[in-house]
């Protein structure tokens, strides 16, 4: 199974990296390349996240990483990454 991080995705990843940078440009390099691996490792137990409750469907979940939530789409031959999120931050209607 093949991890795909969709646009939503990359874009919030940046955008975070920029805000943590402003105070601390290594705990940010940290946060996002533990964001990234933690994603990329999905593809080994798509399952294992919980259900996103704001979403309800079964095949849209999501796993923690420091604060934030990654939210995915499990398909039948890939899973994308369709958020990364602040814990604080609620979901947009363009994020899912």
Request: aromatic share 8%; charged share 30%; net charge positive.
């Amino acid at each position: 199974m093949k991890v795909l991080w969709s646009y939503v995705a990359v874009a919030n990843l940046i955008e975070s990296n920029r805000f943590i940078a402003k105070e601390n440009p290594e705990a940010a390099r940290s946060v996002i390349n533990d964001i990234y691996e933690a994603g990329n490792r999905i593809k080994e137990f798509p399952n294992k996240g919980r259900i996103v409750p704001e979403i309800r469907k079964q095949n849209v979940r999501e796993i923690f990483c420091r604060n934030y939530r990654i939210i995915y789409k499990i398909e039948s031959k890939r899973i994308t990454i369709l958020t990364v999120r602040h814990m604080r931050q609620e979901l947009k209607e363009n994020d899912t």
